[in-house]
Every structure is written in C-alpha cells, then in structure tokens.
C-alpha cells in the first residue's frame, strides 16, 4: 500500500512540474507574442518611412535631372503674359531694333496665350 501512495505522489508531483512548465510556456509565448506585435508595428513604420525616403530621393533626383513634372496653378499664369512681353522685350533688345510688326504679333501671341489660359 505504502508504495502505490508513493507511485500516486509521484504522479502528482510529475502532473503538477508538468502544469508549472506549461504556464510557464504559456507566460514565454504571451511575451513572445506582444514582443512579435511590436516588431510587426515597428516594421511597418520603418516601411512607411522607407516609402516616404524613396520618394524624397525620387523628388531630389528629378530635380537634380531637371526632368520633374511642372505643376502650374492658376495664380502663376497670372503673371505669364507679363513675363512674355518682358521675355520678348529682352529678346528684341539682344537681337536689335525689330519692325512695328513684330511687336504687334508678340502683343497677339500674349492675348492667345491669355486666351487659352483663362
């Protein structure tokens, strides 16, 4: 009798070392679970950052090769006709006295121009 409560005892004792080892198991994966969301939110801003550095080194090499897209608003054509004259005006001055004419068509091209973009 003696040792079938020994054999019982030790059962015991073996079933319960086996539940401590397995919460123990249980508390290393929740760690390992959060420290797993962590890097996964990490990750993930270290790729939006990646993104956002990719598209600066695009924006600076574009630059740099003069070949980015030109965005025009409204407000600078405003100052387009102006511009032109003042560009033609420069050009007439380089290129030496031109006819009347000239002029005349220059102040025509500048109202199409006002034209198209209004």
Do not use: H, Y
């Amino acid at each position: 009798m003696a040792n079938v409560v020994f054999d019982f005892q030790q059962a015991v004792f073996t079933l319960e070392s086996m539940v401590a080892k397995i919460k123990r198991q249980a508390q290393t994966i929740e760690k390992l679970i959060k420290e797993n969301e962590q890097l996964r939110q990490e990750n993930q801003q270290l790729r939006q950052e990646n993104q956002q550095w990719k598209a600066r080194i695009a924006e600076l090499e574009a630059r740099t090769k003069k070949t980015a897209p030109i965005a025009i608003c409204r407000r600078l054509l405003t100052g387009l006709q102006r511009n032109l004259l003042l560009a033609n005006r420069r050009r007439n001055s380089w290129e030496g006295s031109r006819g009347t004419e000239e002029r005349r068509s220059v102040k025509s091209s500048i109202l199409t121009t006002e034209s198209f973009t209004a």
